[in-house]
Nanobody, 125 residues
Framework: QVQLVESGGGLVQAGGSLRLSCTAS????????MGWFRQAPGKEREFVAA???????NYADSVKGRFTISRDNAKITVYLQMNSLKPEDTAVYYC???????????????????WGQGTQVTVSS
């Protein structure tokens, strides 16, 4: 059972930056497609970004040009660099992993098998 642990959340002013990290418990992580999702209070969980084992990426329209997903397989870690943050980015951010190797369908939370516990990101105006 792969465990995912997120870190890096916090409180930041609008326009600021944060980098989230998600570290896996085992090396098979390198073959997984990894994604970031977020959930704001009273809203459904939504897709943010994903990266395949071959480093193909996909982003939600709301974060394109501001967020960058990357991975370091040697450190079994995936990152989400978030720049130009807006108050509407406030949410709990979750890291997720799936064994499906392609970028197809990465926006669907139901295709992910492993989930982290989430990390809070709060952007003040």
């Amino acid at each position: 059972q792969v465990q995912l642990v997120e870190s890096g959340g916090g409180l930041v002013q609008a326009g600021g930056s944060l980098r989230l990290s998600c570290t896996a418990s085992e090396g098979t992580f390198s073959s997984y497609t990894m994604g970031w999702f977020r959930q704001a209070p009273g809203k459904e969980r939504e897709f943010v970004a994903a990266i395949t084992s071959g480093s193909s990426t996909n982003y939600a329209d709301s974060v394109k040009g501001r967020f960058t997903i990357s991975r370091d397989n040697a450190k079994i870690t995936v990152y989400l660099q978030m720049n130009s943050l807006k108050p509407e980015d406030t949410a709990v951010y979750y890291c997720a992993g799936r064994r499906i190797p392609t970028i197809l369908g990465v926006t669907a939370a139901t295709t992910y098998v492993y989930w982290g516990q989430g990390t809070q990101v709060t952007v003040s105006s």
